[in-house]
Nanobody, 126 residues
Framework: QVQLVESGGGLVQAGGSLRLSCAAS????????MGWFRQCPGKEREFVAA????????NYADSAKGRFTISRDNAKNTVYLQMNNLKPEDTAVYYC???????????????????WGQGTQVTVSS
């Protein structure tokens, strides 16, 4: 049974930091690109960051560049999103997702992802 379980969300003041984790099970983690997406109320889900199977390549949305860092530990079947200098507009439900990939891609496209977690709420107060 495939599972992606996010954790680490919460309430933080603007300028603060959070580290999200996503624990994967039920599939061969090292064969999947992993991504983070977010969704604000009333808006479409959007790409935040992605990391290739080996961790050698990463891709970020413009809103995340310079503030967020995606990483993974294939031995622990876990992907992380370190978020620094958080802003109120970062408030959203954050989802991790897995994309079966043979070419080391870091796709920003939601439709490429095969498995999704349930999400974790991040709220940034001003």
């Amino acid at each position: 049974q495939v599972q992606l379980v996010e954790s680490g969300g919460g309430l933080v003041q603007a300028g603060g930091s959070l580290r999200l984790s996503c624990a994967a099970s039920g599939f061969v983690f090292s064969r999947f690109t992993m991504g983070w997406f977010r969704q604000c109320p009333g808006k479409e889900r959007e790409f935040v960051a992605a990391i290739s199977r080996s961790g050698g390549k990463s891709n970020y949305a413009d809103s995340a560049k310079g503030r967020f860092t995606i990483s993974r530990d294939n031995a622990k079947n876990t992907v992380y999103l370190q978020m620094n200098n958080l802003k109120p507009e970062d408030t959203a439900v954050y989802y991790c997702a897995a994309d079966y990939d043979l070419w080391g891609s870091t796709s920003p496209s939601l439709s490429d992802y095969d498995y999704w977690g349930q999400g974790t709420q991040v709220t940034v107060s001003s």
